[in-house]
T-cell receptor, first 119, second 116 residues
Framework: EAGVTQFPSHSVIEKGQTVTLRCDPISGHDNLYWYRRVMGKEIKFLLHFVKESKQDESGMPNNRFLAERTGGTYSTLKVQPAELEDSGVYFC?????????????????FGAGSRLTVL | AQKVTQAQTEISVVEKEDVTLDCVYETRDTTYYLFWYKQPPSGELVFLIRRNSFDEQNEISGRYSWNFQKSTSSFNFTITASQVVDSAVYFCALRSRGSTLGRLYFGRGTQLTVWP
């Protein structure tokens, strides 16, 4: 089966510009997550969708970040306007919904990430 | 609070050497899961293993083995007879039942370089 696909693989923009990252999860996976890794730091949670609904967006840094998942399929993450500190690798992951609502044991399948460089 | 610490930032070994990557975690939950992911140069995070908090049996898969010790809150990963293809960044991660479904807490990763 196809894995998690992310586009673009690398984006270089100037401060103040807008960038939109896209993630196509594994078909049939209702859970979709966005994570970010700033150089040398931990990979940090940004938000979690279950189908088209935002389950948890407590990791979003600020209101310059907007994530959508229309129709419960692919998702986009828009950064507007981008700042220097937004540079990093943005990972998308997907998983199936677990039985009895607990997905704790479920394995997340990650994409290759979208590297964002803000100059 | 959930936290994962990977104290080793970079490790270099020569092929065929054994290498252990350390992972120490913190959580107040009694039910949790621990994971190891590998990030090769191609960039994607590849799942290696999942361990739940009730199963302290060590696991071996080929040249890979994992030592889970609740007494020291550690989940260390050993590669036996390392190979050049093992060169990657390795991440340890924690998910506890008390946290949001699917939310993983990662360590900073350990860059492993295996020289021929």
């Amino acid at each position: 089966e196809a894995g998690v696909t992310q586009f673009p693989s690398h984006s270089v923009i100037e401060k103040g510009q807008t960038v939109t990252l896209r993630c196509d999860p594994i078909s049939g996976h209702d859970n979709l997550y966005w994570y970010r890794r700033v150089m040398g730091k931990e990979i940090k949670f940004l938000l979690h969708f279950v189908k088209e609904s935002k389950q948890d967006e407590s990791g979003m840094p600020n209101n310059r970040f907007l994530a959508e998942r229309t129709g419960g399929t692919y998702s986009t993450l828009k950064v507007q306007p981008a700042e220097l500190e937004d540079s990093g690798v943005y990972f998308c992951a997907s998983s199936q919904v677990g039985q009895r609502g607990f997905s704790g044991a479920n394995v997340l399948t990650f994409g290759a990430g979208s590297r964002l460089t803000v100059l | 609070a959930q936290k994962v610490t990977q104290a080793q930032t970079e490790i270099s070994v020569v092929e065929k050497e054994d290498v252990t990557l350390d992972c120490v975690y913190e959580t107040r939950d009694t039910t949790y899961y621990l994971f190891w992911y590998k990030q090769p140069p191609s960039g994607e995070l590849v799942f290696l293993i999942r361990r739940n908090s009730f199963d302290e049996q060590n696991e071996i898969s080929g040249r890979y083995s994992w030592n889970f010790q609740k007494s020291t809150s550690s989940f260390n990963f050993t590669i036996t007879a390392s190979q050049v293809v093992d060169s990657a960044v390795y991440f340890c991660a924690l998910r506890s039942r008390g946290s949001t479904l699917g939310r993983l807490y990662f360590g900073r990763g350990t860059q492993l370089t295996v020289w021929p």
